[in-house]
């Protein structure tokens, strides 16, 4: 093997930084591999109009809070990356950019970790991946029916609409993604049919406060996983929509039906230029107000209890219901030239060769610490709580698995002094 470190952490975004920050804290030795470079998915895996959902004073990375002047705004993807960049700056990471790790295994005979990397071979006593969840973007087999003159992307791709070709867009999935990139579209002018999913949406504002600052004070941020109704289940439940955009607002999407955005259900089947589509385009929009609405009865009862002055809001009224469910769509019929898959992701651990893992891939955890001694992930979405895989929830996540590697650590240099000790006396 080249070089051993005490720890190896894999993956050099906001998770995997705050990881070398707590572990420099604790005088550990370590390095950081990221395959591309600090903040990458957040620079090139985003949308031009990209910003944060949440306000920016729940950027709160490890000995490094939000700096700005605008702590109820929600930052651009300029913003978060400049955020990030800093934040390595403030304290000098170990961390080699351009490296891929292409395999972990760990060697049953000397206990240490083995990393083959694009750059040679290394070794760890401990290894940190930090690499996220969004790793393959999901585009689903039924694409590959579509007309060769369909241009089709991952949200992770589009950038703007003037990169698109001239006529309509078909936005398939209604997560965060999906409905501000819709918007994103629907505001420059281009015609957009969307699939509508099950996705949750959520209030912006509600009685004088943004709701994140209502939830906030509610503790739902802190909620863990154990604590959730849904438990394990929820980690695979898609985020409620709203944006940032403009100083924040919400996304309604009967309003962009009102303004010309054509609605559908959810997608089940594509015949050449021939879409079908589930009946379901009333109900996921009635479950996704009732939701938000269900948000704010929260938000009501909390008032109540505490007895907090706050501004009363009439009872939300739809603006709009669809006069029919529309099953079917022709691409060439609507002047659709392009598709944009918003589905999300799926994980993709392959190069992990050790055998922590459900059968979906997932590896099996608590609280980010396996069953293999010396392996951690972080970065996960519900990892703990509702704020693991955010800027809010990083640093408890990341402290506590610091915990588990630092005790580690002290055991692992016991036994090399006891090593070393017993290879002197001989």
């Known amino acids: 093997m080249g070089s051993h470190y005490s720890v190896i952490i894999v993956g050099g975004g906001q998770a995997g930084l705050s990881v070398s920050y707590c572990l420099g804290e604790r005088q550990i030795d370590h390095i950081i591999f990221e395959q591309d470079q600090i903040a990458h998915s957040w620079r090139n895996k985003r949308w031009d109009s990209f910003c944060l959902v949440t306000p920016n004073w729940q950027c709160q990375l490890p000995g490094f809070s939000y700096p700005g002047d605008d702590p109820n705004g929600f930052m651009q993807k300029e913003q978060i990356v400049d955020y990030i960049e800093a934040y390595a700056r403030s304290f000098n990471p170990p961390v080699r950019e351009g490296v891929s790790v292409q395999r ?224 079917a769509l022709n691409l060439e019929a609507a002047h659709i030239t392009t598709v944009i898959w918003s589905i999300g992701y799926d994980m993709n651990y392959s190069w992990v060769e050790i055998p922590v893992f459900d059968g979906k891939g997932y590896p099996g955890h608590d609280r980010g610490v396996t069953g293999v001694k010396g392996l951690y992930f972080v970065g996960l979405p519900w990892l703990y709580t509702w704020g693991s895989g955010r800027f809010s929830g990083i640093a408890r996540d990341v402290r506590y698995l610091a915990d588990y590697v630092q005790a580690n650590h002290r055991v692992n240099v016991r036994s090399q002094l006891r090593f070393n000790e017993m290879a002197i006396g001989s």
Not at 213 to 222: H, R, S, T
């Open 104 to 327: 972990v295994r760990k060697n049953p005979i000397s206990d240490v970790f083995e990393v083959s990397t694009s750059i040679g071979e290394f070794s760890a006593d401990q290894i940190v991946v930090a690499t996220g969840g969004y790793h393959r973007p999901r585009i689903p087999g039924m694409a590959q029916r579509l007309p060769a003159g369909i241009r089709q992307l991952h949200s992770s791709e589009y950038k703007n609409p003037e990169s698109l070709a001239d006529g309509a867009v078909l936005v398939v999935g209604t997560g965060q993604s999906g409905c501000q990139i819709a918007e994103d579209l629907h505001l420059s002018g281009k015609q957009v049919h969307l699939c509508v999913g099950s996705a949750p949406r959520s209030p912006r504002q509600y009685r004088g406060k943004d709701v994140v600052d209502w939830l906030d004070q509610l503790g739902y941020y802190d909620l863990t996983i154990e604590d959730h109704p849904q438990k394990e289940q929820v980690r695979t439940k898609t985020n409620h929509y709203v944006t940032g955009r403009g100083g924040g607002r919400e996304i309604d999407l009967r309003h962009f039906a009102l303004e010309g955005m054509q609605l559908y259900g959810r997608l089940t089947d594509i015949r050449e230029a021939q879409l079908t589509f589930h009946a379901n385009l009333r109900e996921n929009l009635d479950q996704a107000d009732a939701v938000a609405e269900s948000i704010k009865g929260t938000i009501d009862a909390y008032i109540d209890k505490h007895q907090i002055e706050a501004p009363v809001e009439a009872p939300y009224c739809p603006v709009w219901e669809p006069a029919t469910e529309p099953t």
